[in-house]
Structures are given as C-alpha cells and as structure tokens.
C-alpha cells in the first residue's frame, strides 16, 4: 500500500463532510416528514451515507501510519 498524497487526503476529507451533510439532511428531512414511506426512505439514505462515512474513514484511518512525518515547526 503506498500513501496517500495530499490531494487525495483532501478529496477523502472533503467527502466525509459531504457525506457528514448528507446524513444530517437526510435525518432532518426523516424528522420532517409526515409519510411513512418517505421517512423510511431518507432513513435508509441516512444509513447508507453513513456506510459511506465510514469506509472513507477507515480507508483514510489505514493510511496513517504510511504518512510520511514532518517535523512540527
């Protein structure tokens, strides 16, 4: 496995928010909502979104130790 770069880091944080906004909306919108079915579907959304957040997680978690170290200034 080789490190990531830097600009794939920031693609990989830049999609745990997205996903991150994603689930909220998808809850607020399941909290909101009158029907039945359209509540199950944002919930169901909201789950998937955060399998979603979290394989990026973990993905970015398994890099870690393979980040090269710079002195702290």
Do not use: F, W
Request: charged share 15%; with cysteine; aromatic share 4%.
């Amino acid at each position: 496995m080789q490190p990531l770069t830097t600009k794939e880091t920031e693609y990989i944080v830049d999609s745990l928010s997205n996903e991150d906004l994603a689930i909220k909306q998808c809850i607020a919108l399941a909290t909101h909502t009158q029907n039945p079915a359209i509540q199950r579907i944002c919930l169901d959304l909201a789950g998937r979104h955060q399998q979603h957040y979290q394989m990026l997680l973990d993905s970015l978690q398994q890099h870690i130790p393979l980040a090269p170290q710079y002195p702290q200034q």
